[in-house]
């Protein structure tokens, strides 16, 4: 079938949450994707940093296969080895003690919420239970999650919705300072924030909020499902700011794919948790957890935090250049593989459409002044070369 026939299936059959899509991928491998027409593009979004180890890994695919060809589902009653040896490898590359494994970065999300509030069922106040969030963040689509997104148009339409959260501005310690008072038992923020349009917040601005939980006696939630394993140029974002929190969740780039979810936590926030607390059919599966075991072996073996921090600098100094070329480029921001080009005009999603069309991925964010780059972390200097070249010619036609 062609692009065009898988597309007009699409529109048939599914809900329609995800807009007219063009194009079918059928084939990948590294950075490359293949449509169902045959054409090759760089895929500098990987799945929206998911495709870290990039597509088709042969050591993933590997694990995957052997690991789908001796067991795949037993249930959480029982140990699964695949399980217990990732939350040991999550734990020793971490702040955290313990892990809770789930399908998806809401699940994670839900897991840290659940977690936060049986912590301070069992530490604080029995008015303490609300969670302070930040505004323009993104923690998922689950009511809960959705409802902990700093987003009225994600939120709105799906009320009514669970009570218990409050949004403050990002990268703002008075507004945080103002908003955790006795009823809050958590702030659970981005370390950088990705849905919202790649922001770095200041310097200041993690150790602050750390030092602000500590003092009022609150969690710090780190959500690190779209920064986390290695994108930033660090294996977790925090590790750029010098602090570390009590609960941090990932999920996306942690099995290449594979969906898979984590809340990992210290020792006395994850026992806040007791047998019936929480659980899930599918997390922690034997499936996801071998990928993810391969996948953190990928990362330490190929080197790819680090290739993430030099490929991130490279892409920065090169449309700092382009910048002087084309007015349409303003500059970019973000760390690491974890990019936003910003634009002068309001034209994200027409280079998107120039960018697939000379064929490289890239997504227009919902600030139509940015565009977002997330290359799997093996990219190479000169596939980065390649994206860019794509990128200017692609940004001087929609300029014209
Ligand atoms: C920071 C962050 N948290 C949570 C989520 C939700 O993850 P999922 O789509 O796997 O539920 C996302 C997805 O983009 C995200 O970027």
Redesign the pocket.
């Known amino acids: 079938m062609s692009n065009k026939e898988y597309c007009e299936k699409l529109r048939r059959y599914l809900a329609p949450t995800y807009g007219a899509p063009q194009v079918a991928f059928v084939r990948g491998r590294g950075a490359w994707l293949w449509d169902a027409d045959g054409r090759k593009y760089l895929d500098f979004l990987a799945g929206?940093?998911v495709c870290s180890t990039g597509h088709c890994h042969p050591r993933v695919v590997t694990a995957i296969q052997q690991q789908a060809s001796t067991l795949i589902h037993t249930s959480n009653l029982y140990c699964i080895p695949p399980q217990v040896e990732l939350a040991k490898r999550l734990v020793e590359l971490s702040f955290a003690d313990r892990c809770f494994f789930a399908n998806?970065?809401?699940?994670?999300?839900e897991a840290a919420i659940k977690m936060a509030r049986r912590w301070a069922g069992r530490h604080k106040a029995s008015s303490a239970r609300t969670i302070v969030t930040a505004e323009y963040?993104?923690?998922?689509?689950?009511l809960a999650?959705v409802t902990a997104t700093g987003q009225a148009k994600y939120r709105e339409p799906f009320a009514p919705l669970p009570g218990g959260f409050r949004y403050v501005p990002y990268d703002d310690i008075d507004a945080l300072r103002e908003a955790v008072d006795e009823e809050v038992c958590a702030v659970m923020i981005?370390p950088l924030q990705?849905?919202g349009g790649v922001v770095v917040p200041h310097d200041s601005y993690l150790p602050a909020v750390r030092e602000l939980c500590d003092e009022r006696g609150v969690l710090l939630i780190l959500?690190?499902?779209?920064?986390g394993m290695g994108r930033t140029g660090e294996w977790f974002a925090y590790q750029h700011s010098g602090i570390e929190p009590d609960i941090m969740?990932l999920?996306?780039a942690l099995a290449s794919g594979i969906p898979i979810?984590a809340c990992l936590a210290r020792e006395e926030v994850a026992t806040a948790f007791q047998p019936g607390d929480h659980a899930s059919t599918f997390g922690g599966n034997f499936v996801s957890c071998a990928a993810a075991l391969t996948t953190i072996d990928v990362i330490e073996s190929e080197d790819l935090v680090s290739n993430a921090a030099r490929m991130g600098a490279l892409i920065e100094a090169r449309i700092s250049g382009m910048a002087a070329e084309e007015p349409l480029i303003v500059g970019c921001r973000g760390r690491g593989l974890l990019k936003a080009v910003v634009l002068s005009q309001p034209k994200a999603r027409e280079l998107e459409a120039a960018c697939m069309e000379r064929g490289l991925l890239v997504n227009a964010m919902h600030d139509p002044t940015l565009v977002r780059l997330a290359p799997p972390l093996i990219v190479s200097e000169d596939e980065v070369e390649q994206a860019l070249t794509i990128l200017l010619d692609a940004a001087r036609a929609v300029a014209q």
């Open positions: 929206i940093a998806s970065g809401a699940e994670a999300n963040s993104f923690h998922g689509r689950t999650t981005e990705g849905e959500d690190e499902v779209q920064t969740t999920a996306k979810g």
